[in-house]
């Protein structure tokens, strides 16, 4: 497979390059595989349906082609992913991928995980460090710093927004030791993305380390997030006729949104054959991508902070990926797009599980809301002509292709939980009096020592900061 670059059509990198470099640092730009190719019919509809790891490895295989070899491949997979997702139905037209179920317990541990094994992979061979920059609005940190630990020949500097994460999340990621150390950054998410994109392209500094990094602009964390789309859809598919008796297959996936990563990743596994009708882009306060469906123009703005902090995202790296995949006119008709601010989230966790019973985190909760307002009356009052304002909570005023399998009742929902509901026990509680326990592999983390180090938010102390550690 060949890597081409949003903002240069010209390049043409392998993997290996794509992955060790990040981002592409002459253009600024981000790689994108050349082509996402189809898997075999015979495969997508075997029945039973294939399991999560055997999709992976098929789902893997056209990226890594010529520079993994299969047995390889399938052993880092298999070291990749001891857990799985799960889809739980909570009513009939509705089903929460549960995401949650690797180590640090938020979704991005399917994508650290398989990027720590691939550049290890293609490090064997080097005398040098690998120095892995990551900014975080919150579990970006922990899932990366815990899927390299003790990784040999690649160290890891987190940085994250002080005061702007929950005090566990702080916990996840700062508590690590040896080739992991966290920077607890005086600014915002905003402040800590620019310093590492600034590190990127100083040459002085590209000069001396080799660095990489580990957002969801790296093309190795993109990958793997599509597996679960394609398996939580076959699965979908296989239980509609069962659980729905509506007699329609849509299948529409809402996703909770911040970098626009997860997202992205579903637009991949849609091209690969995934069984998807449509997305919902569901976001909170942190509305530039539902601004900029509803109004053609993409306008970045300072991130504010709300109760889904991991989304709290005012300038999503991905944006250029999806603008570089689709036309506006496009991603109008595939998306429908919503967004709410922290009462329609607590309104969210409550209503969920008032009518489900299921407990669901903030961020899953904004998902949850978008479908259950889309489902409730809002979808057809948008194909009715009825159009909201979209500088308010709500739907963004494009119908999607598939807005009438909504109103018509043949549309069912896959609603990704990106977190574990006890990540954000405080917030859940306010939402329903009830504190979910603490699964026990977050339980460890809470007692172990804080070892962050302080930095402000301008390059220079920060670039200091590098040259003296790295
Ligand atoms: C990172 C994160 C998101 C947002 O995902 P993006 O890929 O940045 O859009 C949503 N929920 C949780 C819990 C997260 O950690």
Redesign the pocket.
């Known amino acids: 497979m060949k890597y081409t670059d949003t903002r240069d059509k010209k390049v043409s990198v392998d993997f290996r390059t794509a992955v060790l470099n990040g981002m592409n640092a002459e253009t600024g730009g981000l790689y994108m595989p050349t082509e996402f190719p189809r898997l075999e019919n015979s495969f997508l509809e075997r029945n039973p349906e294939p399991s999560f790891r055997e999709i992976a490895y098929e789902m893997a295989k056209p990226y890594v082609e010529n520079e993994i070899p299969d047995t390889d491949l399938e052993s880092i997979i298999q070291d990749c992913y001891p857990f799985s997702s799960k889809v739980v139905p909570i009513d009939p037209v509705t089903y929460v991928l549960e995401l949650f179920h690797g180590p640090t317990c938020?979704?991005?541990d399917f994508g650290a995980r398989f990027m720590a094994r691939v550049m290890s992979y293609f490090n064997r061979s080097e005398n040098d460090n690998l120095h892995i920059l990551v900014a975080t609005?919150?579990?970006?940190g922990s899932a990366v710093g815990s899927a390299f630990h003790n990784v040999p020949g690649i160290d890891v500097t987190i940085l994250y927004p002080d005061g702007k994460i929950s005090p566990l999340q702080e916990k996840q990621l700062s508590t690590f030791t040896g080739n992991v150390r966290a920077l607890k950054v005086k600014g915002t998410f905003d402040d800590c993305q620019k310093l590492v994109k600034t590190a990127f392209t100083d040459k002085d500094l590209r000069s001396k380390f080799r660095l990489s990094s580990a957002n969801?602009i790296n093309i190795s964390r993109l990958l793997p997030q599509s597996f679960y789309y394609m398996y939580s859809s076959l699965v979908v598919k296989k239980r509609i006729p069962f659980d729905s008796k509506n007699g329609g297959d849509a299948i529409i996936v809402v996703?909770?949104?911040?970098?626009?990563?997860?997202?992205t990743s579903g637009l991949i596994a849609r091209e690969m054959g995934a069984p998807i009708t449509g997305f919902v882009a569901a976001t909170n306060s942190n509305h530039t991508v539902p601004d900029w469906i509803a109004s053609g123009e993409y306008k970045t703005r300072p991130s504010v902070p709300t109760l889904?902090n991991?989304?709290d995202?005012g300038a999503?790296s991905?944006y250029e990926r999806i603008d570089a995949m689709y036309s506006l006119d496009q991603v109008r008709n595939l998306f429908a797009s919503y967004w709410t601010d922290d009462e329609g989230t607590i309104d969210g966790i409550k209503r969920c599980k008032n009518k489900t019973g299921y407990v669901i985190?903030p961020?899953g909760a904004v998902a949850w809301k978008a479908w259950n307002d889309i489902r409730g009356g809002e979808m057809e009052k948008l194909v009715n002509g009825q159009k909201n304002d979209f500088t308010k909570p709500g739907l963004t005023p494009n119908v999607p292709f598939w807005a009438k399998a909504v109103v018509d009742k043949k549309a069912s929902a896959i609603i990704l939980e990106?977190?574990h509901p006890a990540k954000f026990g405080a917030t859940v509680y306010k939402a329903i009096g009830q504190e979910p326990a603490l699964p026990e592999r977050l339980e460890k983390v809470v007692s172990l020592p804080d070892n962050a180090i302080p930095m402000g938010k301008d390059y220079d102390s920060f670039k200091e900061w590098l040259v003296s550690n790295l």
């Open positions: 938020a979704f991005k609005s919150g579990d970006t969801s996703v909770p949104s911040g970098n626009f990563g997860n997202l889904s991991a989304m995202v999503p991905n985190d961020h990106t977190a």
